[in-house]
């Protein structure tokens, strides 16, 4: 398993807000940027919050994301049935001298 | 505009080596970004494999790195992955990507190939 840990499920219903967490150590969330990927189903992941919780061009506002100590969260607020995907978190490690991905949570829009 | 297409078997064999090559088009390999492999076992999260420069240095994933080389040809633009010994562990999608600079903005990843699924059973 990852040393970078999520929730490998999480729901919602159209129009609340969730968070998906992104668990780490002082060895990589804590020290470094945290990068989340969305990804639907049958295509490749989509960059959605970069260096310093930077949105790309062309992701809506309604994703969001934070760092706490050596945790991470995506808040996706105002939730629509197109965001059901699945959520990855990734960061440097330093200790392992690698980029890691935490498993992935799948995100259902009731 | 920017794209990536993997290439290579879709089959490979046990103890064998799987080779995949990226090629690249809407930018040059020779800029500031490099050229990454990740890959996704059915069902299962993403792994990161390996990413190499235009000048031939490269990062690896530790558990990884004695079965993986890559390699750059940048008059063709491309970049290429070869991991030796497969068993059926590394039956995945693999993806190539273009990711920003390492180690700490390498997960940052802009652009990735469609994928390319390997299965390895004899």
């Known amino acids: 398993q990852s040393v970078v840990t999520q929730p490998p499920s999480a729901s919602g219903t159209p129009g609340q807000n969730v968070t998906i967490s992104c668990s780490g150590n002082r060895f990589n969330i804590g020290p470094n940027f945290v990068y989340w990927y969305q990804q639907l189903p049958g295509a490749a992941p989509k960059l959605l919050i970069s260096r310093k919780n930077q949105r790309p061009s062309g992701v809506p506002d309604r994703f969001s994301g934070s760092k706490s100590g050596t945790s991470a969260s995506l808040a996706i607020s105002g939730l629509r049935s197109e965001d059901e995907a699945e959520y990855h978190c990734a960061t440097w490690d330093d200790s392992l001298s690698g980029l890691v991905f935490g498993g992935g949570t799948k995100l259902t829009v009731l | 505009q920017v794209q990536l297409q993997e290439s290579g078997p879709g089959h490979v064999k046990p103890s064998e080596t799987l080779s995949l090559t990226c090629a690249v088009s809407?930018?040059?390999?020779?800029?500031?970004?490099?050229g990454g492999w990740i890959r996704q076992p059915p069902g299962k999260g993403l792994e990161w494999i390996g990413s190499i420069y235009h000048t031939g240095s490269t990062y690896r994933n530790p558990s990884l790195k004695s079965r993986v080389t890559m390699s750059v040809d940048t008059s063709k633009n491309q970049f290429s992955l070869k991991l030796t010994s497969v068993t059926a562990a590394d039956t995945a999608l693999y993806y190539c990507v273009r990711q920003g600079p390492f180690p700490y903005s390498g997960g940052s990843i802009d652009y990735w190939g469609r994928g390319t699924l390997v299965t390895v059973s004899s």
């Open positions: 809407g930018y040059s390999i020779n800029s500031n970004y490099y």
